[in-house]
């Protein structure tokens, strides 16, 4: 690879992708790598999800197609060519048909070599392009990117299996995580993590307040732990942003559970803020059907908080199928039972999830560098690396 031409995410204060593009130079410069970040054009200043949930409608379109229009300059101008690598974070990039329109025109050497992301996108029956009616012409676009890219990368092996059985004809890799810097998350407490027992007897709550990330059955837990005069906790959300959802229903529900004083919520968080709240917690408990990872599963590892996830999809393998982090899904009986165990002291295993994840983006460059082939998943026995437990 001569060069690498990275295509981010535009930043939002209240998602990752604030750190993203750091996580990801720190390892390029380590590793020797010549690359050049793509810029974007950002429609605001306000870093807000004002349109959508996940990343906002207009600024994500609105950055994705500039930085396409940067690319693109890039190439006429002959400073790419067939040894470079354009690596785009989110196989949703628009404007990205560009890339075959000009590359189905231009001699074979001034061809880079494409990677894509995979995040979700409508192979996954929970992600948002459901909630929002997105799903048919999506299918249609992904088919479009599959056919001209030069590899998709998974975050993990079921997610792998979602796009085989939608008909993905490129290669497709898994690196087994989601990109992740570990040094500069510890840097932001200063490197400083909170005796366990000192901590205050807190079980968080940090995905989207979503219908995919189910808290009606986070409350369900707060209303039973309650019911059944369990140990005192203090259950809370922690939220980059001022709390909302895609489910009207759940926002009564949990107002009125902030009221009884069973639920606190700490919202429009900094990062800093965030990671010290962390730092100061015994639990993160996770409910979603899909995070595919989940980065809130790295941070709350790196920051000396024991895990609590659905035994569901992706979390087997991010958890290397440890069944004490890992609760029947829809049991409240079994997340209950593991929440009072994982509330007394720290796991044995704890930091072991953020080592793994901290070296994706090595997993990745290694497979653009043709390094990587352990990771690839084309054959027809691709479902064997399921039960492995990869650290």
Known sequence: MRKLLYMGLEPYKARYTLQLQEWNEAVFKRRGINYVMVPGDTLSNDQAIVTGQVLDAHGRTYFGMSQLMNLIRMMKSGEVNNEDVVYFEDMFQPGIESLPYILNQIPADLRPRIFVRCLAQSIDPDDFVHVWGMSEWMGHYEKMV????????????????????????SPVYNISGLAFGKDEVLSRVNNHIKDFNNRANRVAFSARWDQEKQPDFFMDLIEEWNRREMPAVEFVILSGSKLRSNNESYMARTRNLQQQGLLKIYEDLEKNDYYNLLNDTRVLFNC???????NTVSEADTLGCNVLYPAYRSFPESFANDHTRLYVPWSIDDAINKLATLLQAPHTNMGKISDWTNNTIDRICDIMENNGEQWLRMSTDYRKHTRESKF
Request: overall charge negative; proline content about 0%; cysteine-free.
């Open 288 to 294: 979603a059907l899909q995070d595919w990872v989940s």
């Open 146 to 169: 599959d056919s001209f890219v030069d590899g998709v990368l998974a975050s993990n092996e079921e997610m792998v299996m979602h796009m085989k059985i939608a008909g993905w004809k």
